[in-house]
T-cell receptor, first 115, second 115 residues
Framework: AQKITQTQPGMFVQEKEAVTLDCTYD???????LFWYKQPSSGEMIFLIY??????QNATEGRYSLNFQKARKSANLVISASQLGDSAMYFC????????????FGAGTTVTVRA | DGGITQSPKYLFRKEGQNVTLSCEQN?????MYWYRQDPGQGLRLIYY???????QKGDIAEGYSVSREKKESFPLTVTSAQKNPTAFYLC??????????????FGPGTRLTVL
């Protein structure tokens, strides 16, 4: 069974500073994918970044980067230069196996950016 | 514009009634999914479908039913057998298969309240 753990229920960050959101996972599949989604108060889930288990480099997408430590089974999201619009809930999710396209989600971390 | 639409945005149901939530996508995606989200929690998979006329149970399928008669549509029925249906329901779609990113795209959600 796959499991995603996000241990930080809520975080505060000052505008323009960086914030790291923790995510650890557990799977026995050698092939898997890790995703981060943002959920603003409107409720819609917005895809942010993806890391494949065989990817050699850490993924980056604009101000988002993923600190992937495979041996430790962690996939932390780093948001640089935080903006007020970054205030939202953030979810880590995993898809396991080449032919498995279902996602398992963590409980989420609420980020509040302060001016 | 391509995307996923869900209707209605808000739905109120009396106990003992069945209700159907609509989900339509024009992204030409093969796979579609239904998730349930309770306050302050992550998403849990209800049902998913890889192809027309085929669908599988997710982690919390009891009390729910789906159909996939068209590629674009994946309606979810919340039956009276669902003991605690008040929640936020999210529909998603993705390209199916392979090791590629194939991220899931989400609709805006339907908030169901049982009176």
């Amino acid at each position: 069974a796959q499991k995603i753990t996000q241990t930080q229920p809520g975080m505060f960050v000052q505008e323009k500073e960086a914030v790291t959101l923790d995510c650890t996972y557990d799977t026995s599949d050698p092939s898997y994918g890790l995703f981060w989604y943002k959920q603003p108060s409107s409720g819609e889930m917005i895809f942010l970044i993806y890391q494949g288990s065989y990817d050699q480099q850490n993924a980056t997408e604009g101000r988002y980067s993923l600190n992937f430590q495979k041996a430790r089974k962690s996939a932390n999201l780093v948001i640089s230069a935080s903006q007020l619009g970054d205030s939202a809930m953030y979810f880590c999710a995993m898809r396991g196996g080449t032919n498995d396209y279902k996602l398992s989600f963590g409980a989420g971390t609420t980020v509040t950016v302060r001016a | 514009d391509g995307g996923i639409t869900q209707s209605p945005k808000y739905l109120f149901r009396k106990e003992g009634q069945n209700v159907t939530l609509s989900c339509e996508q024009n992204l030409n995606h093969d796979a579609m999914y239904w998730y349930r989200q309770d306050p302050g929690q992550g998403l849990r998979l209800i049902y998913y479908s890889q192809i027309v006329n085929d669908f599988q149970k997710g982690d919390i399928a009891e009390g729910y039913s789906v159909s996939r008669e068209k590629k674009e549509s994946f309606p979810l029925t919340v039956t009276s057998a669902q003991k605690n249906p008040t929640a936020f329901y999210l529909c998603a779609s993705s390209i199916y298969g392979g090791r590629a990113r194939n991220e899931q795209f989400f609709g805006p959600g339907t908030r169901l309240t049982v009176l």
